[in-house]
């Protein structure tokens, strides 16, 4: 498999069809995950990560658009989509990131999603907060 195929692979198995075991054969024992939260998450703080998102977004899935392979390194695209467990809205962030693979795993990710407009889509942050930041001073 390739690397390309293999983050694929990780993505479909565990945001799509909520297979938990995908942490543990796609991620290595010490991998590092960075750009989740405020501080890097090891393999553990990346599972209860994935169980709270799962918690607010019960039905969420990421589907992979876009994959470049050089090397050991994955770029990756794509959008995570939903519906919030709370309110009931529909929830599609676009977002990506890189990962290194070693011996056929996870060793290290550095990802970014677009939080600031899943909290928007799910009320937790007024649109004219944002919208405010925009407008030019006058």
Known sequence: MSNAEL???FYARLWCEHDITAIYDFLARD??????????LDR???LSYYEHMRELVPDVRV??????EQDAWICMRGFASG????????????????????NGRIVETHETWDLLSMMMQIGRVPKRVTMGLLEPDG
Do not use: C, Y
Not at 31 to 40: D, E, F, I, R, T
Not at 88 to 98: A, I, M, Q, R, S
């Open 83 to 102: 519906t919030h467990r709370s309110s009931g809205n529909p929830v599609t962030v676009w977002g990506g990131g890189f990962a290194r693979i070693d």
């Open 31 to 40: 991998a590092v995950l960075n750009g989740l939260s405020v501080k890097p």
């Open 7 to 9: 983050i694929r692979s």
């Open 63 to 68: 589907d992979v658009t876009h994959v470049i």
């Open 44 to 46: 553990e703080q990346f």
